[in-house]
C-alpha cells in the first residue's frame, strides 16, 4: 500500500454528536489511543476533517 496514512483516536467519545462517534466507527478507531492505518483518499481525509477535535493524523 503506498498512500497510506495513520490515524490515532486521541479523546472519548462520551458527549459527542451521535454523527461523530459513526465517522469514528467508520474509520475503525475503538478505544482511545486506538491507532489505524487507513487509505489516503479524500474521503478519509474528509472523515478525518469532521472529526479533527477527536483524532490525530501519526506519522
Known sequence: MANT???????GLIGTRESHRATVR???LRGINSV???????????MINKVSY????VS
Request: a positive charge; aromatic letters at 0%.
Open 26 to 28: 467508520g474509520l475503525g
Open 36 to 46: 489505524r492505518e487507513l487509505e489516503d483518499t479524500p474521503a478519509v481525509r474528509g
Open 5 to 11: 496514512i495513520k490515524v490515532q483516536l486521541v479523546k
Open 54 to 57: 477527536l483524532v490525530k493524523v
